[in-house]
Nanobody, 125 residues
Framework: QVQLVESGGGLVRTGGSLRLSCAAS????????MGWFRQAPGKEREFVAA???????????YYADSVKGRFTISRDNAKNTVDLQMNSLKPEDTAVYYC???????????????WGQGTQVTVSS
């Protein structure tokens, strides 16, 4: 059974850092694009970052414009995990962050194969 479990959320101050992790099980990890989305209260779920599938150690990454230069996504095929390093956090980054897995290139929340349950990230001003 496919399962994605996020961890690492919490409360941080503006300018601080946080590292989220997603542990995947029940799927062939290297065959999936892995990504992160977030959803703030009253807003739709939005794309944050993604990492391509990887047969070995090579993969490419891409990001939403709002987080470029601040967030870094990485995947570890040996551990079946994908992380999101978040630096220079802003109050507008406050949201529930969700891990996602898809056999196709991740573009939006629509059509994503699998979702984690989410982890709360709160950035205080």
């Amino acid at each position: 059974q496919v399962q994605l479990v996020e961890s690492g959320g919490g409360l941080v101050r503006t300018g601080g850092s946080l590292r989220l992790s997603c542990a995947a099980s029940g799927l062939t990890f290297t065959s999936y694009f892995m990504g992160w989305f977030r959803q703030a209260p009253g807003k739709e779920r939005e794309f944050v970052a993604a990492a391509s599938w990887s047969g070995s150690s090579t993969y490419y990454t891409y990001y939403a414009d709002s987080v470029k230069g601040r967030f870094t996504i990485s995947r570890d095929n040996a551990k079946n995990t994908v992380d999101l390093q978040m630096n220079s956090l802003k109050p507008e980054d406050t949201a529930v962050y969700y891990c996602a897995a898809d056999t196709s290139r991740i573009k939006s929340s629509s059509g994503v194969n699998y979702w984690g349950q989410g982890t709360q990230v709160t950035v205080s001003s």
